[in-house]
């Protein structure tokens, strides 16, 4: 009997992963985007389309981690927790995150594909979701992930939220002249999304007995396969 | 019966990708914005002007079948 | 019949019912004319009149009547009464002065298209106009009708906001600013229903024709343009106001009429903001229809003529005028916005002699770059009233290029160009 990590734990570690680079490589060419940024020698179209293929490829890479995350017999995890939050026996609250921005990238992708049928406004205002389904997923990252001690996901977790961060703040320095509130409002969320992480995380996943906290159903924190998989 | 692609100039935002996209029929103007070329578009770029109207970010541009011209299509609509 | 005609019997004060009824007779019943015996509806009387729009576009009313029928849905009736151009007041005086006769007409189309909803814009500024066409209202015998009972509305001052599209934004959003066509409010405007929008004066003579019909119409006036028209003249005359002309008159006559010119004119500026100069020389025997001024590159637009004296200083005023349009931009268009703030920027500079060697060209390629590249045709005017300064006061221009301001320049402005923006929303 094979009690090792199976080969969908690995796929789902690494989709979820690639999935998250993906998306954040989508939003922030999406933020340079819309703030003009000057690309010499790349047509714009070009990288509306880089915005668009990376986004297309964060969500077959998102599906992709939701179907083997459940077909991974290690947790019970089923194809209704990754659209319904929050109802699964699994770390439910981390979990569930996942689902809330699986349900938002999802709502953004189906606008984008009718985005001629449903005029620009209507678009746009579903379109910004893309701003809460980021944070959402890297914190689903770090409550769910058992890779979470890892300097390799570490490594690349902080270059995600640095590089949107950066993005963010930049685009709040030099966008929205005549409206302050906005501005002020994307400083102010930067602020608390990275305050809120390192206040969280050393006393949170990267603290002691955090699988047992995050709602790791009991069965599975003494389970012989589960060496190695968390702390 | 011609094809016309045509820009809302409220909706337009100056993004400049229709140009990009369809320079035998756009050019952007000292500001941006874009200069469209009246003469209809023939059966080889009309994927490409369908494309152009799709990607464009606001949603500026359509693409209008004329039946015939006549003096009341042109120009008379922005009194 | 001869002039005046809608000025007719035109005093101090507001006409009201009972003395409009005497003055121009009783509306026939149901707006029905009867020539040679038998009953001819008033849209098709309209269409033979030949009766254009008032308010600057000149449009064919029954062209607009037609569309609004074949459109789907039940329509709505709009008395455009804003006046955005400052240097007219026809509509306005009209309104306060002679309501019954722009509200004979509303009604008149309205029972014609089978329309229930009447709406009255007016300027916010108006003021005592309000009033008056509030009394006006309630004074008519429809003011006992349960249904259909005009509804005032009060559009933000401006020199787009009276635009039809802008009107109907304001009625169906709070935001008077031009919307783009297609769709023409003929066929989706005021709650997306059909609307029939007219200036109040084109009213005044719907509600004339419904009286006296369009043969009567048509005695004044050449073939291709009949009737009569109101003209706001102002300006360096003796008595500057509002004026029937008969279309095709001479211009001197008007001018004669206005008891004449108080002082050595320089120019003429036909058709307001968005109009074109005709040099003084030469202007006196010009025919006042399309006809005469067409070939001049000019028009009367919504009737308003200014007489810009010798002792005003053509630059400071255009100069003026050319940034106030420029600031009266909705702000919706990119070619618009910068194309007229350009304009305005560099004529400031030319007149103080600070422009460049390339402030002409400049402002010429800018002036066609904005040519129907907006929603509506304000950049268009205010170009062609550019363009049509520079070439009447090339002189002028040249000298204050090079020399910079003149004694004239500080004189007391004869073009309006007044201090509140407008409040779009």
Request: proline share 7%.
């Amino acid at each position: 009997m094979n009690v090792g990590p199976s080969l969908y734990w690995y796929l789902t570690r690494a989709s979820g992963t690639v999935a998250l680079v993906l998306l954040t490589a989508s939003v922030v060419i999406g933020i340079a985007a819309i703030a003009r940024l000057r690309t010499p020698g790349v047509p714009r179209f070009v990288v509306d389309g880089i915005h668009r293929t990376a986004s297309l490829l964060a969500v077959v890479f998102l599906v992709l981690h939701i179907v083997t995350s459940v077909l991974d017999s290690f947790a019970s995890i089923s194809l209704v927790d990754a659209v319904i939050p929050f109802v699964g026996s699994y770390r439910p609250l981390w979990l569930g995150l996942g689902a809330v921005a699986f349900d938002l990238l999802l709502a953004v992708a189906l606008t984008s594909i009718i985005r001629d049928r449903l005029g620009h406004a209507t678009w746009r205002g579903v379109h910004w979701l893309a701003y809460a389904a980021w944070p959402v997923a890297v914190v689903h990252g770090l409550g769910t992930g058992s890779d979470v001690h890892q300097r390799w996901l570490q490594a690349i977790t902080v270059a995600c939220i640095l590089v949107v961060l950066a993005a963010v703040v930049g685009r709040a320095m030099i966008g929205w002249p005549d409206n302050l509130r906005v501005r002020v409002g994307a400083l102010a969320m930067s602020a608390v999304f990275a305050g809120g992480l390192v206040l969280w995380l050393p006393g949170g996943p990267l603290g002691r007995g955090w699988a047992r906290r995050a709602g790791t159903p009991p069965s599975l924190l003494s389970h012989p396969s589960s060496a190695g998989r968390h702390l | 019966m011609s094809l016309r692609i045509e820009v809302d100039p409220i909706k337009c935002e100056a993004h400049g990708q229709c140009a990009e996209l369809l320079p035998e029929r756009i050019t952007l103007d000292e500001w941006g914005y874009p200069l469209i070329d009246d003469a209809p578009i023939p059966a080889s770029l009309a994927g490409l002007a369908r494309r152009t109207v799709r990607a464009c970010p606001t949603l500026a541009l359509r693409l209008r079948h004329v039946l015939h011209e006549s003096a009341a299509d042109v120009g008379s609509e922005r009194l | 019949m001869s002039l005046p005609r809608v000025l007719l019997g035109a005093g101090a004060g507001t006409m009201d019912h009972a003395t409009h009824r005497r003055v121009h007779g009783e509306l026939p019943p149901a707006a029905r004319r009867s020539r040679n015996g038998r009953p001819v509806p008033l849209l098709a009387e309209l269409s033979h009149a030949g009766l254009r729009g008032r308010g600057g576009g000149a449009f064919p009313l029954a062209a607009k009547l037609e569309a609004v029928q074949r459109a789907n849905g039940r329509p709505v009736v709009v008395i455009n009464g804003t006046e955005g151009e400052p240097m007219s007041v026809k509509d306005r005086m009209l309104l306060e002065a002679l309501p019954h006769l722009v509200l004979d007409g509303a009604y008149c189309l309205a029972d014609a298209l089978g329309a229930q909803d009447i709406v009255i814009a007016l300027d916010q500024s108006m003021g005592e106009g309000h009033a008056a066409v509030r009394r006006a209202v309630r004074e008519r015998p429809e003011a006992g009708r349960r249904t259909g009972q005009p509804r005032i509305i009060s559009v933000p001052t401006g020199y787009v906001t009276g635009h039809e599209t802008a009107i109907v934004n304001f009625v169906n959003r709070g935001i008077a600013r031009p919307m783009t066509q297609p769709p023409r409010i003929s066929d989706r405007g005021i709650g997306r229903r059909p609307t029939l929008m007219s200036n109040a004066e084109t009213l005044a003579h719907v509600a004339l024709i419904a009286r006296h019909g369009a043969e009567w119409f048509r005695t004044l006036g050449p073939p291709d343009e009949p009737g009569s028209a109101l003209v706001t003249l102002s300006g360096g005359v003796r008595a500057p106001g509002v004026y029937e002309i008969e279309y095709g008159s001479r211009f001197d006559a008007l001018v004669r009429a206005a008891g004449g010119l108080s002082e050595p004119v320089r120019a003429f500026l036909f058709g307001g903001y968005a109009g074109t100069w005709i040099d003084a020389a030469g202007a006196a025997p010009v025919k006042l229809a399309r006809g005469g001024l067409s070939p001049l590159g000019a028009s009367l637009g919504a009737g308003v003529i200014v007489a810009l004296p010798r002792s005003a200083c053509p630059v400071a005023e255009v100069t003026r005028v050319a940034g106030w349009m420029s600031d009266q931009s909705a702000s919706q268009c990119g070619p618009c916005v910068n194309g007229l703030a350009s304009i305005a920027d560099t004529l400031a500079d030319l007149a103080e002699g600070r422009g460049g060697r390339d402030a002409f060209t400049d402002i010429l390629r800018w002036s066609d770059l904005v040519i129907g590249r907006g929603a509506c045709a304000h950049p268009d005017g205010a170009a062609a009233f550019v363009t049509s300064a520079l070439r009447v006061f090339s002189t002028e221009f040249d000298d204050h290029a090079l020399n910079g301001p003149c004694d004239a320049c500080a004189r007391r402005p004869v073009l309006i160009t007044p201090r509140q923006r407008s409040v779009v929303a």
